[in-house]
């Protein structure tokens, strides 16, 4: 057997191997003690010898020493001890990941079934069930953004969170992208090697920033690019289709209806890839089609991992092999011969 790199995965049970039984051995002497005393209260010296003639103080000394390696091998084990290691090739060493979706009302379009922000959100289900790594947030945004997970390594806390999102959650009406990426970085662990930001939208960007005389671009590219000098990669995945459908809504009195702008013209949203490529592009990130399958984030977690491959990040790691199964094995075998000692001798000597 291979004793190379011996340690203890979880150091701070060593304390239960060297104090329990040190504490168990005090408590025999004290029973010890006490048991002297009472039969000393009972009865002379002479009939107490009379009476403990079968007792075998070694046999009992034995099954005390048993306890106490008992109690040791037990806090041994609970230390988790290994060695020897086992490769763990090619291992992604996880990131913190930021998802940013698109809650707005061009998100309930249904030109990916059963909506875009339904087919979202079920991609980003998938995403997190496969990533087994690093911690994961939420930011919602329309017209505005917030928190609504922060990172996290609890997956259960995230999808509840995620489920929970609809048309309805941000009340401030319009698709402010560079407002959502803000609010991303706020989420974000500063000290982080490298900061990951996944943005779900269809890429209608309806605020725009003043850049030259009559120039206008979208806040969303003006914001990745304050960001990328802050470190931040942005992968953008783009829902819906470029050929869009109408939006759908339900009106005051229950039935649906086409949306219509201030000029009671039928709003029809489509898919900007444009700009979303823009936004990836300035901060070293990658774009990809959500697709009706829902399959471009298998992209995205391609994209981070080939990421961290050039930089280094993921790399072949040896993981310690636990052997604690050993000192339990051992721990259970004095248990049962303690047991199985008696505390009488099989000789019992005569009166003298």
Sequence with gaps: MNFADFHFAEPRWLWLAAVAPVLLALLHRHAATARRAQLARMASPHFIEQLTASHSPARRRLKNILLLAVFALAGLALARPQWGSVEAGNAWLGEDVVFVLDCSLSMTTSDVLPSRMQRAKFAMLDFVRRQSH????????????????????????????????DEKTIPIPGTDIGRALNEAYRAMDKGSRRKMVVLVTDGEDLETVKVGDNLYIGSGIVSAKNLATNGVVVFTVGVGTPAGKEIQTVNAAGQPELLRDDKGKIVHSQLDEKTLRKIAEVTGGSYSPLGTLGDGLTQVRSAIHALDSASGLRQSAKNGVDRFHWFIAVMLALLV????IGTRRKNIPGPA
């Design 134 to 165: 690093g911690r994961v947030g939420l930011v919602a945004f329309a017209g505005s953004a917030f928190i609504q997970c922060p990172l996290t390594f609890d997956a259960d806390a995230f999808e509840e969170t995620l489920l929970s999102l």
């Design 337 to 340: 011969a303690e047991s199985l």
